[in-house]
């Protein structure tokens, strides 16, 4: 009996033709003049440190033009045509976060500059902690203070709130009103770009998402999970059948609704909260310590609440100390923004550290 060999297909990747500058190069082709020069001419170096040709391409302006708007063509995208995916866990997301990291004094920064040539990046960055402090101060204080008012509040004291949580939060007045001052939070992610026929994430709110429709009530979908879940996904599949040699044809679960619906049973005619069990493990054992990392763009879990929950568990002052609180300029899964894991794993390696006496 004769084996039968079955070559496998090789795809290959059909060839990029495109000359190069040398080859479109032709002797006495221009491509810019130069204007008259506007400083005093100087002597040229000796002549055995100068070089007596210089082998550029000598091409007219629209040639090179030509030239890169070919090869820009070679990369496929949205931009050119049609995009098939694989799966339908990724959408597209408008280039609002593009145009903006490409305003000049973002693109031309260098993380090594001297800190004197980015003081206006710096000016951003402290511009944002105040404006965060303001609107904390005006959280517990004005804000608290008209909703246990509710209607004893004057016309102009309601006005007056109206206002400034119209200024913090980028809702329209005549929605907060509508609302009696309490913004729902996944109202909230669909309201605030609806105008622009848009929504902003819950888990991390720098990523923004378009609905198929702009007069629903919530978003259609958290644009960090649909960018997230398949990768997510294709990287644990790999990591447990490549690196643990676990095979299986169960589906991975990343958020699943087969855990629904949940049991409040211990909760009956109470409010969930959970942060009773932490206080009570970090008073049997005075040695816990728990480190929380906060992303300013997380409104799923947001830091000021994460403060709220701490600044209200009942620890002992003693036991305060045994809780460290870090920021990220980022949402509820830092680590995917690269500068925020950076500085997570600095800050994690000092909170091991000390909590090990090391």
Same mark, same amino acid.
């Given at each position: ?6 070559? $496998? ?30 400083? $005093? ?16 391409? &000598? ?11 070919? %090869? ?6 949205? +931009?050119?045509?049609? *995009? $098939? ?21 973002? !693109? ?15 000016? %951003? ?17 004005? @804000? ?6 509710? +209607? ?7 006005? +007056?709130?109206?206002?400034? !949580? ?10 907060? &009103? ?14 605030? !770009?609806?105008?622009?026929? !848009? ?38 599949? +790999? @990591? ?11 589906? @991975?679960?990343? %958020?699943?609704?087969?855990? =629904? ?9 109470? *409010? ?14 005075? =040695? ?17 609440? #994460?403060? *709220? ?36 794993? #600095? ?12």
């Amino acid at each position: 009996m004769t084996d039968l060999v079955v070559e $496998p297909v090789v795809k290959t990747t059909p060839k990029i033709v495109e000359p190069t500058l040398f080859d479109l190069s032709s002797p006495g082709r221009i491509g810019v003049r130069m204007p008259a020069s506007d400083v $005093p001419e100087t002597a040229l170096p000796p002549e055995n440190l100068l070089r007596s040709d210089l082998p550029l391409p &000598e091409l007219a302006e629209v040639d090179v033009v030509r030239h890169y708007m070919h %090869l820009s063509k070679f990369n496929y995208s949205v +931009d050119s045509g049609y *995009y $098939p995916l694989g799966s339908c866990t990724m959408k597209y997301n408008p280039k609002i976060n593009e145009d903006t990291a490409r305003l000049p004094g973002f !693109l031309y920064t260098h993380p090594l500059q001297p800190v004197e040539t980015v003081q206006g990046n710096l000016a %951003l960055m402290f511009t944002l902690q105040e404006w965060l402090k303001e609107a904390e101060e005006f959280a517990l204080g004005d @804000y608290a203070q008209a909703l246990l008012k509710g +209607d004893a509040m004057t016309k102009e004291e309601r006005a +007056d709130i109206v206002k400034r !949580l119209s200024l913090y939060t980028g809702i329209s007045e005549q929605f907060i &009103e509508r609302s009696n001052l309490r913004i729902n939070a996944f109202h909230y992610f669909k309201e605030l !770009l609806r105008e622009r026929g !848009l929504t902003v994430g819950r888990l991390d709110s720098r990523l923004i998402g378009r609905d198929r429709l702009g007069v629903t009530e919530n978003a259609e979908y958290d644009p960090l999970l649909t960018n997230i879940m398949g990768p997510y996904t294709a990287a644990f599949y +790999d @990591y447990i059948r490549r690196e643990l040699k676990f095979e299986s044809d169960l589906p @991975y679960e990343i %958020l699943s609704g087969f855990v =629904h619906p949940w049991s409040y049973r211990e909760f009956e005619n109470a *409010y969930v909260h959970v942060a009773e069990t932490l206080r009570a493990a970090m008073t049997y054992n005075h =040695h816990l310590k728990v480190f929380v990392a906060n992303g300013y763009y997380d409104l799923g879990t947001p830091y000021f609440a #994460t403060e *709220y929950t701490f600044n209200h568990l009942g620890l002992d002052e003693e036991l305060r100390k045994n809780v460290t609180m870090e920021y990220y300029d980022a949402g509820h899964m830092m680590y995917i923004h690269m500068p925020s894991l950076k500085q997570m794993k #600095t800050d994690l390696a000092k909170f091991i550290k000390g909590a090990s006496n090391i």
